[in-house]
């Protein structure tokens, strides 16, 4: 062999190997983080194509490899294939355009592919991953967080697997990975619950801002059965890891409503923003960009960018948008003085403001107590 042909080998195996590695790292993580069998078997699949695709590129010109070629790629390239398509058989549609549960996008945006890993992988299984994932590289959820985390969300992921509608619900973590890989991840996408209504009637509605980590189902299905109660719209939009903190966020929230207002049965005086986490960021921009459209606001371990609340937009009208505030006495990611601080500065700016604060609780919250806090929120929404 030349030495052009040498090199042009070596540098075929170095620009193959990063994805390679990549896919094969992916596909052990869900063999053994998987707590599901579709996504233990996307896992497979995934492993088995890294191992065609090294093979391929490594061994394809070794006379070892070329006298088993056939019977290699006859075996291990239909069960790669297979193993992906059967739990691909079951990738949630997105829900009906007209159903009490689905996913909806803004004009101009298109629908997330169906059969992408992100939709074919339950959204219990990339959870469970995600928070292990969390408990090595983030110091304050660590494994004895991790571990309650993990035992609140399995619960709610296996109800919503009985309830056909949630069933047919898309993830929304894709967009999640692609901001983590500097990708565009705007989709436009939200999610929407509406109750059954009767003739002209008009609901509230509760807009859910995400925390970091991405949009993922648990919360919305929380959220759902509060709307049950309070027969209220909940609009949950998407954007991204949860990075509420950028220029766009405020625009996009507003976005959505103002779509959601044209297309579905709301009381457009009753609109309501709930942040939880980085959400509460979204929370505060969304207000500052459309000042008179929220109706109120609930800040639940709210992370918040304070500069804002004093900017005009914000405090032009805060006497007319009550404010709750709910936290964990033990949030060590957001302490409680900071909260303490947060909702002092806005009283002094006139603004009605309730401060709760649940001792024995930390960052979660809103799962770990999900009575107690949707029955304030119920009550706040109720008055308002």
């Known amino acids: ?3 052009a042909k040498r090199i042009a080998a070596s540098l075929l195996r170095i620009s193959a190997g990063v994805p390679i590695v990549s896919l094969l790292l992916c596909g052990l993580v869900l063999l053994v983080l998987s707590v599901t069998v579709r996504g233990r ?3 497979l699949s995934a492993v088995l194509l890294a191992v065609v695709c090294y093979c391929s590129v490594g061994f394809w010109n070794r006379a070892w490899f070329r006298r088993r070629r056939r019977g290699f790629y006859g075996l291990l390239v239909p069960g790669s294939v297979l193993l992906y398509v059967i739990p691909a058989i079951w990738a949630p549609s997105g829900g009906s355009p007209d159903g009490t549960v689905r996913d909806s996008y803004l004009p101009g945006h298109h629908r997330s592919y169906r059969y992408a890993p992100w939709n074919v992988v ?3 299984d990339q959870v469970h991953t995600g928070i292990c994932a969390a408990a090595v590289r983030d110091p304050y959820m660590g494994l004895a967080r991790a571990r309650t985390m993990w035992s609140l969300m399995r ?4 109800t919503m697997q009985t309830d056909p509608e949630f069933q047919n619900l898309g993830s929304a973590l894709g967009m999640a990975y692609r901001e ?3 990708l565009e991840f705007r989709s436009g996408h939200y999610y929407v619950f509406v109750p059954p209504t009767q003739g002209d009637e008009r609901l509230p509605c509760l807009v859910f801002l995400h925390g970091l980590g991405g949009n993922n189902k648990a919360y919305f299905w929380v959220l759902s059965q509060l709307a049950l109660h309070l027969k209220c719209v909940v609009l949950a939009p998407t954007f991204g890891i949860g990075n ?3 220029d766009d966020s405020g625009a996009f929230i507003v976005d959505v409503v103002r779509e959601a207002l044209a297309t579905l049965p709301l009381d457009a005086q009753r609109i309501f923003l709930l942040g939880y986490s980085n959400g509460a960021m979204g929370v505060t921009r969304a207000v500052v960009q459309a000042p008179t459209l929220f109706r109120g606001l609930v800040y639940v371990s709210a992370v918040t960018e304070d500069q804002l609340f004093s900017t005009p937009e914000f405090s032009a009208r805060v006497a007319d948008r009550p404010m709750l505030f709910l936290h964990g006495g033990q949030d060590e990611r957001i302490p409680q003085a900071l909260i303490a601080g947060t909702v002092a500065a806005l009283q002094r700016l006139g603004g009605d403001v ?8 930390d960052h979660f919250l809103l799962l770990a107590r ?7 929120i119920a009550e706040f929404v109720s008055r308002e």
């Open 1 to 3: 062999m030349s030495l």
């Open 41 to 43: 078997s996307v896992g």
């Open 122 to 124: 339950p959204e219990m």
């Open 155 to 158: 619960p709610i992921y296996e």
């Open 180 to 182: 983590v890989v500097r």
């Open 244 to 246: 509420w903190d950028q």
């Open 354 to 361: 309730q401060l709760k604060i649940y001792e024995d609780e």
């Open 370 to 376: 999900q009575e107690d806090v949707l029955g304030e």
